[in-house]
C-alpha cells in the first residue's frame, strides 16, 4: 500500500508502486558518497546491496555432493565442515550453471533483494524459467533527471529461450512497471499471466509505450491451475494493498514453489476477498520445497491493521470535519481506499473529486474488471469544484510523498491550478512516509501548516495501513507453510537477513540469502525427512541496471551519462565558443600535410600570437559576482595569444578548455566540465572534412570555402558525452583519431572526427593505463566520470604535458585497458570501447622514428638494387608492420623522401646560415638521427646519394647545445605546439 509516486509525469501512473522501502534514500546516499569517489559510477557500485558482487574467476560449473553440502545462501551464511572449500568455490562462480545436473529446482533474482522496488525473480526447473513479475524501481526524485530503474533488460535477452513464461502476482510498479522494457527482450512469443484488474492495468501500461503484445497476454483467476513454462501454476489469493494480488503455487515433478507476492494477512478485506490460509494449510500437508516470501516488514513487531480500521477512522474524521472541506491523501493503487473515501463521502454528504491523473487510472482498470467500488463517471471534475460549497466536497489528492509534480505538493506552494488550500481546509494523511521521502515530505507539511488547513496525521489517527505482513503475519505463514527451504525475498538486505532468522526460529532448517545475480539451486529433500540436500550456490553474474529518463531514454548508467549529470550538478560547467581569426591559413593536400609539418621550422615564438574571440558563460558554478567569467576571459585570452597561428582548431579547443580548468580549479577548487567549440571566422577559410577518413586533411583548394558543419559536429560530439577541446592528442603530426563506440550495439556513434573526439573515456582509459608512471601528470575529472589529463598553457607546469605527449600508442594501451577492467578507474558501465584509428593519414614520432631506424639498416639493400626496384620498401613497410605500424610501401617511401628533402634543406639552411644571426633555438627534431642515418648509409654504400653527398660535405658545425639525440628526445623535440617551448626544452 506504501506507494512509491515519484517522478512520474501526469501522462502516467502516480502511486502505482508499493513498495515500502526506501530506493530514494539508497541512490540518495550513493551519489553523496561519490562526491568524493570519482571515477566509478555509484549507480553501478552502490554503497547498499542493490549490485551483486563478481569477483574474478572462470566460470565454474557447481557439482558438490549433495550430501556434504548444506549451506545457506552467499552472505556469508555456511552450514557444515566444507566452509572454507566452498569460499573458494563460490568466489570462482560467475556464470550460472546450466543442464540437467544438480539441484532441479532453480531461482535467479533479476532485482528486488537487497533492495525495495524492481522485483524480478527467474524460477525454474533445470533450464525452462518463468518469470515472476517484471517491476521497477523509483529513484530518489531529485536524482539526476532519471525516473525509473529497471532490471537488466540485455540479460533478459540474454536468456529469452530459457523463459517461457512471465506471470505477475499483482499491479504495482515494482511488479508490473518494467514491462514496457522487459517484454521486448523477451521472445515474442512468451506469454504474460495475470489477474484480470492486474491485466487491466498492463495493457494501459503497454499501451502508453506503444507495446503490442495483446496476443500474448492471459488472464487468470484464483486456484484456477494453469500450464505455464515447466510448472503447473496455482494462483492462491493473498491479501495486500491493490486488489487482486496473488501468491504462486508452482508445481513440477521435481518438487514445489510457493511464492507469497507481496501480501498482509487482512483479516476483514474491505472487498471481502480474505487470504487464503485454506490453500496454505493444504499446500503444507502436500510439502512445499521452497518459499519464497515478502520481507518488507520483517522489522515491524506483531500484525498489520486491518483496512477496514482506515476505513473507520477515515470516515469518523470525515464526519466530524463538518462545515470544513476536507482533503485527503493517498496510494493512488489503493483502490479499497477509494472505496471507503467514497463511502466517506456519501455518508457525510459531500462530492467526491480527485485531483491526481493516477487516481482515475487506478479506479477505471477497477471498473473495466469490473472490481471498482463505484462508477468513476460520479466524480465531480475539479474544474468544476467552485459550483460546490466547499464544507460539500471531499477530495482525494496524489502527492502523500510530496513528489515534485503531485497535486498536494503542488498545492502546499501555491502552484497547483486545480487546488488551492485554505486554512479551513482538514487535510487527512492516509498514507505512510516512506523511508528516505521523510525529509521532503516533513518540508510540504511545513509549507501546508503554514497555510493553515488543519492536518491530520501521525500513527495514531489510524489513517493507513501497511500491506505488507508484519512479524506476527510472518511468522504465522512460516507456521503454516513449513516449507523444507525458505528463501525471504522482497527487501533490503537487512531485512532479509532478519527474515531468514524468524524462518530458522520457525524450525526451517534450510534457508538462504542471496542477492540479484545470484543463482540457487534446490533439490527436494528426499521423503521430507532425509537431510540430503539443501541450498546450492550455482553461479553469479553482475547484471545490471537499467535506466528510463522521460519518454523514450532507456539504457545502462553510460548511455544516460548519469555520471556526466552528476559531475556537471556538482562541479559545473564551462561553455566556451572561440572565434578564430587567421590572417592567412595555409592548407596543403594530403599527401603536404606531414611534409608540411616536417619541413617547417620550429616555433620560434614568431609564429604565436593566435587572434581570436572568445566569449565564455557557466553553469552550475559560483562566478563570485563575474570575477570567475573575468579570470577565464583572461585566461582564455592569453591562451589565444600564446597559441601558434596556424594551430588547428582542435588544438585550440584542448589547450582552451585545459585552462580554462585550471582556471576554475585554482579559483573555486571546482573541477568542472569544460566544453570549448572553436570555429574559424566566418569570413576566413576553412577547410572541408567529408568523412571520418580525411580526418586533419586539409585538402581543399585555398580560398575555395566550404559549408562546413563543424559547430554541429561539435554539438554531436559533446552532446553524447564528449567534451570538445579536451580530446586531441597534443601533436599534429602525431594526431590520430579514435572510433570510439558506444559499449551498446545499437546506438553506434562515430565521433566527430575532424574535432578528433577521442572521448574522454577512451581518454581516462589511456591515461589510467599510463598509471603511476606519470606521476607528474595532473589528473582532473572529466565528462565521463574518468580522469583527463590537465595540461596547461605558458602559465602552468610545462611538465605537465608529458602524459599526452608519451600517448603515442594509446590505441594499444587503450585496447589493453579496455580488456582488462581493473585497471580503469572507469565504472564497468561507462566503459566505451576504444578502436585504433583504421587508416591513419599521418606519420607519428614513433613511426617516423621505426622508419628512419630500418631504412638506416636496409642501406646496402635499397642502394645495391638500386632506384630502378621499389620493393626493397616492400621489405621496410614489413619490417614497420612488425613493430604494429601499417604502412604501405609507397608512404614509406614518400615519407623518406620527405625527411630527405627537409634534411637537405638543413643542411643547407646551416650551410649558409650568416653567423651573425643567432642559430633557432630549436633545432628540426630529425635532423641529428637523419644525420648519423645518412652518414651510415653512405659509409656503407660508398654512396652516390646527393642528399647524402651534400650531407656529408656541407655539415655545419654543431651549436646546438642539446645532448646526443636519441629517439626519444626526438619525439619529444618535436611533440607539441607549445607556446612555451623554452620551458619545455628546459623541463626535459
Ligand atoms: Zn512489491
Ligand atoms: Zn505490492
Known amino acids: 500500500m506504501q506507494s512509491l509516486q515519484i517522478r512520474l509525469g501526469l501522462n502516467s501512473l502516480q502511486g502505482g508502486g508499493e513498495a515500502a522501502g526506501a530506493p530514494g534514500a539508497l541512490l540518495k546516499s550513493e551519489w553523496k558518497g561519490v562526491g568524493q569517489l570519482f571515477g566509478f559510477n555509484p549507480l553501478t557500485v552502490p554503497v547498499s546491496s542493490r549490485n551483486c558482487v563478481t569477483r574474478a574467476g572462470g566460470p565454474t560449473v557447481h557439482q558438490q555432493s549433495r550430501s556434504r553440502q548444506h549451506r545457506g545462501g552467499y552472505g556469508g551464511h555456511y552450514e557444515g565442515p566444507k566452509r572454507s572449500r566452498d569460499d573458494a568455490v563460490t568466489r570462482k562462480m560467475k556464470s550460472f550453471h546450466e543442464g540437467s545436473d544438480g539441484p532441479p529446482l532453480r531461482v535467479l533474482p533479476i532485482g528486488g533483494l537487497g533492495e525495495i522496488g524492481m522485483n524480478c525473480m527467474l524460477v525454474g526447473n533445470y533450464d525452462r524459467y518463468i518469470m515472476i513479475d517484471a517491476g521497477l524501481m523509483f529513484p530518489d526524485y531529485d536524482d539526476l533527471g532519471i525516473q525509473k530503474v529497471l532490471p537488466d533488460t540485455q540479460f533478459i535477452h540474454r536468456w529469452r529461450d530459457k523463459i517461457e513464461a512471465v506471470i505477475i502476482t499483482h499491479g504495482h510498479e515494482d511488479h508490473i512497471g518494467a514491462l514496457p522494457w522487459v517484454i521486448p527482450a523477451l521472445d515474442p512469443k512468451t506469454p504474460i499471466y495475470a489477474t484480470g484488474f492486474t491485466m487491466q492495468l498492463i495493457k494501459r501500461r503497454l499501451k502508453e509505450y506503444n507495446i503490442p503484445a495483446e496476443g500474448r497476454l492471459r488472464t487468470f483467476s484464483m486456484r484456477a491451475r494453469f500450464d505455464a513454462g515447466p510448472f503447473e501454476i496455482e494462483p492462491i489469493r493473498v491479501t495486500h494493498s491493490i486488489p487482486d494480488c496473488c501468491g504462486l503455487v508452482l508445481r513440477c515433478a521435481d518438487g514445489t514453489i510457493f511464492h507469497t507476492g507481496d501480501w498482509k494477512i487482512d483479516e476483514s478485506p474491505v472487498d471481502g476477498n480474505v487470504f487464503d490460509r485454506v490453500a496454505l494449510e493444504q499446500l503444507q500437508k502436500e510439502g512445499v520445497t521452497l518459499m519464497m516470501s515478502d520481507s518488507t516488514n520483517v522489522l515491524s513487531p506483531g500484525r498489520t491493521t486491518s483496512e477496514a480500521d482506515v476505513a473507520e477512522a477515515l470516515m469518523r474524521k470525515i464526519v466530524e470535519a463538518k462545515g470544513r472541506r476536507v482533503i485527503t491523501t493517498q496510494f493512488a493503487s489503493n483502490v479499497h481506499r477509494l472505496g471507503c473515501v467514497k463511502a466517506a463521502a456519501e455518508v457525510s454528504g459531500r462530492k467526491l473529486v480527485f485531483i491526481g491523473l493516477s487516481l482515475k487510472t487506478y479506479l477505471e482498470a477497477a471498473w473495466r474488471d469490473g472490481q471498482a467500488p463505484f462508477d468513476p463517471a460520479i466524480l465531480v471534475k475539479a474544474e468544476d469544484m467552485d459550483a460546490y460549497a466547499p464544507s460539500q466536497l471531499l477530495i482525494v489528492t496524489t502527492g502523500s510523498q ?8 503542488l498545492a502546499s506552494m501555491g502552484s497547483s491550478r486545480l487546488l488551492k488550500l485554505h486554512k479551513d481546509d482538514v487535510i487527512l494523511y492516509s498514507a505512510k512516509m516512506i523511508p528516505g521521502n521523510e525529509t521532503r515530505v516533513m518540508k510540504m507539511m511545513n509549507r501546508i501548516a503554514e497555510l493553515g488547513p488543519n492536518l491530520v496525521m501521525g500513527r495514531g489517527e489510524n489513517l493507513h495501513t501497511s500491506g505488507h505482513a508484519y512479524r506476527g503475519e510472518l511468522e504465522e505463514v512460516l507456521r503454516l507453510v513449513k516449507p523444507q527451504h525458505f528463501l525471504p525475498v522482497h527487501g533490503e538486505f537487512a531485512f532479509l537477513k532478519e527474515h531468514e532468522l524468524l524462518g530458522k526460529a520457525q524450525g526451517i532448517r534450510h534457508t538462504a540469502v542471496i542477492k540479484n ?58 561553455i566556451a565558443s572561440v572565434e578564430v581569426i587567421r590572417e592567412e591559413t595555409k592548407y596543403l593536400n594530403e599527401d603536404e600535410v606531414y611534409e608540411d609539418k616536417i619541413l617547417r621550422d620550429d616555433d620560434d615564438g614568431d609564429e604565436l600570437g593566435l587572434q581570436g574571440r572568445v566569449r565564455i558563460t557557466t553553469r552550475c558554478l559560483w562566478t563570485d559576482n563575474g570575477k570567475l567569467l573575468e579570470s577565464l576571459q583572461r585566461a582564455a585570452d592569453v591562451a589565444l595569444a600564446s597559441s601558434r597561428k596556424d594551430a588547428r582548431l582542435p588544438t585550440i579547443e584542448r589547450h582552451v578548455s585545459v585552462v580554462l580548468r585550471k582556471v576554475v580549479q585554482k579559483y573555486s577548487n571546482k573541477r568542472p566540465d569544460v566544453i570549448v567549440i572553436a570555429t574559424d571566422a566566418s569570413d576566413g577559410v576553412v577547410p572541408n572534412r567529408s568523412s571520418p577518413e580525411s580526418i586533419n586533411n586539409y585538402d581543399q583548394p585555398r580560398n575555395k570555402p566550404q559549408p562546413w558543419k563543424r559547430a554541429a559536429d561539435s554539438m554531436s560530439s559533446f552532446s553524447r558525452g564528449a567534451v570538445v577541446g579536451t580530446v586531441e592528442p597534443v601533436d599534429e603530426v602525431t594526431s590520430r583519431s579514435f572510433v570510439a563506440e558506444e559499449t551498446s550495439e545499437r546506438n553506434k556513434v562515430v565521433i566527430s572526427s575532424r574535432v578528433q573526439s577521442e572521448t574522454v573515456s577512451a581518454k581516462a582509459q589511456r591515461l589510467s593505463s599510463e598509471g603511476d608512471a606519470t606521476q607528474k601528470n595532473e589528473r582532473v575529472k572529466a565528462g565521463d566520470g574518468g580522469e583527463i589529463s590537465a595540461t596547461s598553457s605558458g602559465f602552468s607546469d610545462p611538465e605537465e604535458f608529458e602524459s599526452d605527449e608519451e600517448s603515442g600508442d594509446s590505441d594499444q594501451e587503450a585496447d589493453s585497458v579496455a580488456s582488462d577492467g581493473a585497471a580503469s578507474s572507469l565504472s564497468q558501465e561507462s566503459t566505451e570501447e576504444i578502436e585504433p584509428q583504421k587508416k591513419r593519414q599521418k606519420w607519428r614520432h614513433d613511426e617516423t622514428i621505426k622508419l628512419i631506424e630500418v631504412r638506416s639498416t636496409m642501406g646496402d639493400l635499397l642502394v645495391k638494387e638500386g632506384k630502378k626496384r621499389r620493393p626493397s620498401w616492400k621489405d621496410i613497410a614489413a619490417s614497420l608492420s612488425e613493430s604494429g605500424f601499417e604502412r604501405s610501401p609507397e608512404q614509406c617511401s614518400s615519407m623518406w623522401s620527405s625527411l630527405l628533402k627537409k634534411y637537405e634543406a638543413v643542411v643547407e639552411e646551416k650551410r649558409t646560415r650568416d653567423s651573425s644571426v643567432p642559430a633557432p633555438k630549436k633545432e628540426w627534431a630529425y635532423f641529428e638521427l637523419m644525420d648519423a642515418v645518412m652518414q651510415k648509409l653512405a659509409k656503407t654504400a660508398g654512396s652516390q646519394d646527393v642528399v647524402i653527398e651534400k650531407a656529408k660535405s656541407k655539415k655545419p658545425k654543431r651549436k646546438s647545445k642539446k645532448p646526443k639525440v636519441d629517439a626519444t628526445a626526438a619525439i619529444d623535440s618535436t611533440e607539441v605546439e607549445l607556446p612555451d617551448s623554452e620551458d619545455r626544452q628546459t623541463a626535459q
Not at 510530496?402 to 498536494?408: F, K, T
Open 402 to 409: 510530496a513528489e515534485p509534480r503531485a497535486a498536494l505538493n
Open 517 to 574: 545475480g545470484e543463482m540457487l539451486g534446490v533439490a527436494p529433500l528426499r521423503n521430507g525427512r532425509v537431510l540430503s540436500s539443501g541450498f546450492s550456490q550455482l553461479g553469479r553474474e553482475k547484471l545490471k541496471l537499467m535506466y528510463n529518463d522521460g519518454d523514450k531514454a532507456f539504457g545502462t548508467a553510460a548511455d544516460l551519462c548519469i555520471q556526466e549529470r552528476m559531475n556537471i550538478a556538482l562541479e559545473g560547467l564551462v
